[in-house]
């Protein structure tokens, strides 16, 4: 009896590891794949899938002959006992021995090309090309009909990496301090309209921003923000204020009141009690609040493109657009997505633990 | 360190406050335009720069950062330089008016504002009456992101929160449960524009003919197990779902990490007294688990709706919102900055707003029995 259980919670064991197993290899496959398309020389990217670089048996082009001028390519062909339309040669006869006997080309070549199914190993010709590629930006000169010099410039995504910092650091910290500063006020200080300004901070957390491209857009074409760092982490600042402010309002509004209160009798004033006081007190809800917000501006695609749109392009526009336009780039498109992911996935890993504390926290967010 | 400040406050005589008074008034005018001048100069700096662009980076995170800290000190300083009544007064919107300021231009004042322009013409042009709104009801390219939101909405929801409950009970079980939780949450820190990448890898059709290898992944297992390849992301309304797929992928990871702590905090003497009395482990978990995290798993459900009801990137980087995948956002994005035409983005944003409604409506509930100690 008590060894039935004891193999019955083995099997338990067993089968949780194994599902758990089957799904992480499930997740992981979709990364492996433009993790390992990314490092493979271009054309092989076209050619074949990524998983060919791993052994496995393929057609190898063993040999090649030519046909005899005496026989009618029209007719009927016979080759080592196997007879056969030229359109059927052209899309390649197998043979009982694994053989695959294939046309090249039209029916003048007269060429056959001799397949064989061996096993190929390793593939050893991984290499760094598509991320200098796509970071350095090739550029492109060429002559259009009328003579010009035309100059196309490549995707220089190292640009964009620089733009997307540009982005996400300082659209982090503003709102950041500005939020700190309101939940202070709100948690500390007394002032008419205190309880209905809160109430509508409340409200916001889930109003889509959609609601907000149109009118703000307008407003920063007449002033002139448009395509600016500066209008975009205005915009960054006031889509996040709203869940910071709740978040640190409840993260401030819990620290013990004595503190504060023998602050004030020292004679400190607010603002000192603030930085010197309150700020370090919060420093945990500042950082599960920071990574939060870093990891959704660099991720940010939408207000990015209505607001900085062409110019100073972030990298989730500049991958959109090699994804989506071109199309054709395949190689260019996995480096790329890689280098983009390679920030958040650093902060995202190394610093999890706080990240969870603020997801759990702001799980209201819309 | 703290008793340094109170000679702001301190009450001088009256005759040497109102000596020093021109001179104060000069230097909190001084100083405020000062603070301006500089930052206006760091604006036009980066507007015109020519130097390289991690120069000029730098300059922007610098002079953004530092500015926005440099204009709370100065308002706290002039605000300390009035006179006590007032400064006390004034005091706390130093602290709330810029957050204040900002949600209401970026967020609160907008909802009016696109309220009155789903009433517009094309352009702002002239008032259009229910037009946009007889649109956004009635057109069937409207009605198709309508369905296709509701797929997002259901299946989306549904597998997020399934898987993400199942890995979250079964990793609990497990001793290797940080690792299999790293993995399946790591897709949550991946932009949608990059997880688009990585889908195509996955669907990408080649088309069939001589000596074509397909390099998608999908496509590659069918024709391995004889099937003829499909392009998936064209086959309506198929493509929905291999579209929500990615959502999934991506979404799974959150839903598990709340989870998680939520049966974390199940009592285990609940269980155990339930395993005693000889209810299965799936009874266990439906009866006793799942009853227990219910305000959980509400919040999780509620959060990824959300999500899915918005869901933009996905689409605008797979399809488009071609062959029958549009979604309202991208009809939103389509209407505003392809076709230019305002009123019709306005109301499908109006539109969006009330879909979330109730969620709004739900947390002010919350909120104000919670508010007690407000």
């Known amino acids: 009896m008590a060894k039935s259980a004891k193999t019955q919670k083995r099997s338990q064991q067993f089968w949780t590891n194994f599902i758990l197993i089957v799904i992480c290899i499930l997740w992981l496959v979709p990364i492996m794949g433009i993790l390992i398309t990314s490092f493979r020389p271009s054309q092989d990217v076209f050619n074949s899938g990524w998983w060919t670089i791993f052994p496995h048996r393929e057609q190898v082009e063993v040999d090649r002959f030519k046909l005899d001028e005496s026989v009618d390519v029209d007719g009927p062909i016979t080759i080592e006992g196997k007879t056969a339309t030229f359109d059927e040669w052209r899309t390649g006869i197998q043979f009982e021995d694994g053989r695959m006997i294939q046309w090249y080309g039209n029916k003048r070549t007269r060429e056959l090309i001799v397949y064989d199914k061996q096993w190929v190993g390793f593939a050893t010709d991984l290499t760094l090309k598509n991320y200098s590629d796509v970071l350095g930006g090739k550029t492109i000169t060429y002559k259009d009909g009328q003579g010009n010099t035309i100059t196309r410039?490549?995707?220089?995504?190292?640009?964009?990496?620089?733009?997307?910092?540009?982005?996400?650091?300082?659209?982090?910290?503003?709102?950041?301090?500005?939020?700190?500063?309101?939940?202070?006020?709100?948690?500390?200080?007394?002032?008419?309209?205190?309880?209905?300004?809160?109430?509508?901070?409340?409200?916001?957390?889930?109003?889509?921003?959609?609601?907000?491209?149109?009118?703000?857009?307008?407003?920063?074409v007449k002033m002139g923000l448009n395509g600016t760092f500066l209008g975009i982490w205005l915009a960054h600042a006031g889509f996040g204020l709203p869940l910071a402010t709740y978040l640190l309002f409840n993260y401030i509004s819990t620290l013990p009141r004595e503190i504060l209160e023998s602050a004030f009798i020292d004679g400190a004033s607010n603002f000192t009690i603030f930085t010197k006081l309150i700020l370090p007190l919060s420093v945990p809800a500042l950082a599960s609040f920071a990574i939060f917000q870093f990891l959704w501006l660099w991720n940010d695609y939408l207000v990015a493109l209505v607001f900085l749109g062409e110019k100073n392009k972030t990298v989730t526009i500049a991958v959109a657009e090699l994804v989506g336009e071109k199309g054709q780039d395949w190689h260019l498109m996995t480096s790329a997505a890689f280098i983009s992911m390679i920030l958040p996935l650093i902060v995202f890993l190394s610093l999890q633990r706080y990240f969870v504390r603020g997801l759990m926290a702001g799980s209201v967010k819309g | 360190m703290l008793k340094t400040h109170n000679t702001d406050n301190e009450p001088g005589g009256i005759i040497s406050w109102f000596s020093s008074t021109l001179g104060q008034i000069l230097i909190s005018l001084f100083v405020p335009i000062v603070t301006f001048l500089v930052l206006w100069q760091g604006y036009l700096f980066l507007q015109r720069a020519q130097a390289p662009q991690i120069v000029q980076v730098i300059v922007a995170i610098i002079w953004g950062v530092g500015g926005v800290a440099l204009l709370y000190v100065v308002a706290n300083w002039l605000v300390l330089k009035l006179p006590k009544p007032w400064s006390s007064r004034l005091q706390p919107f130093v602290f709330v008016g810029p957050a204040i300021a900002i949600m209401g231009w970026f967020l609160a004042v907008p909802v009016f504002r696109s309220l009155i322009g789903s009433f517009r013409n094309r352009l702002g042009g002239g008032w259009a009456g229910l037009d946009n709104y007889i649109f956004a009801f009635t057109n069937p390219r409207m009605l198709e992101t309508f369905r296709n939101n509701l797929l997002w909405m259901v299946f989306g929801t549904f597998f997020s929160v399934a898987f993400g409950l199942l890995i979250a009970v079964l990793a609990d079980r497990s001793r290797a449960e940080v690792i299999y939780k790293s993995i399946i949450f790591t897709p949550y820190a991946l932009s949608f524009v990059g997880a688009g990448v990585i889908w195509k890898f996955i669907y990408t059709y080649k088309g069939i003919g001589l000596n074509i290898q397909e390099i998608g992944l999908l496509n590659a297992i069918?024709?391995?197990?004889?099937?003829?390849?499909?392009?998936?992301?064209?086959?309506?309304?198929?493509?929905?779902?291999?579209?929500?797929?990615?959502?999934?992928?991506?979404?799974?990871?959150?839903?598990?990490?709340?989870?998680?702590?939520?049966?974390?905090?199940?009592?285990?003497?609940?269980?155990?007294?339930?395993?005693?009395?000889?209810?299965?482990?799936?009874?266990?978990?439906?009866?006793?688990?799942?009853?227990?995290?219910?305000?959980?798993?509400?919040?999780?459900?509620?959060?990824?709706?959300?999500?899915?009801?918005?869901?933009?990137?996905?689409?605008?980087?797979?399809?488009?919102?071609?062959?029958?995948?549009?979604?309202?956002?991208?009809?939103?994005?389509?209407?505003?900055?392809?076709?230019?035409?305002?009123?019709?983005?306005?109301?499908?944003?109006?539109?969006?707003?009330?879909?979330?409604?109730?969620?709004?409506?739900?947390?002010?509930?919350?909120?104000?029995?919670?508010?007690?100690?407000?």
């Open chain 1, 153 to 220: 410039y490549g995707n220089n995504l190292g640009g964009a990496f620089l733009n997307s910092l540009a982005v996400a650091i300082p659209g982090t910290i503003i709102p950041i301090l500005i939020a700190a500063f309101a939940a202070y006020g709100f948690a500390w200080l007394n002032f008419p309209g205190r309880n209905i300004l809160f109430t509508i901070i409340v409200a916001l957390l889930v109003v889509p921003l959609q609601i907000a491209l149109v009118p703000i857009l307008q407003d920063y």
């Open chain 2, 222 to 374: 069918v024709t391995g197990l004889g099937g003829t390849p499909q392009p998936w992301l064209n086959i309506t309304p198929w493509n929905n779902f291999f579209l929500i797929v990615i959502m999934i992928w991506l979404q799974t990871g959150y839903a598990m990490v709340i989870l998680s702590s939520a049966i974390k905090g199940v009592p285990a003497e609940l269980l155990e007294a339930a395993r005693i009395d000889g209810a299965s482990e799936v009874r266990a978990f439906f009866k006793i688990t799942v009853p227990y995290i219910r305000g959980t798993i509400i919040t999780v459900v509620t959060t990824i709706v959300i999500f899915s009801l918005k869901t933009f990137d996905i689409v605008r980087v797979m399809t488009g919102g071609n062959n029958g995948t549009n979604v309202i956002a991208n009809e939103f994005y389509l209407q505003s900055f392809t076709y230019t035409h305002q009123g019709r983005a306005s109301a499908i944003a109006i539109v969006l707003l009330v879909l979330v409604t109730p969620v709004i409506i739900y947390n002010l509930r919350q909120f104000n029995k919670e508010r007690k100690g407000f």
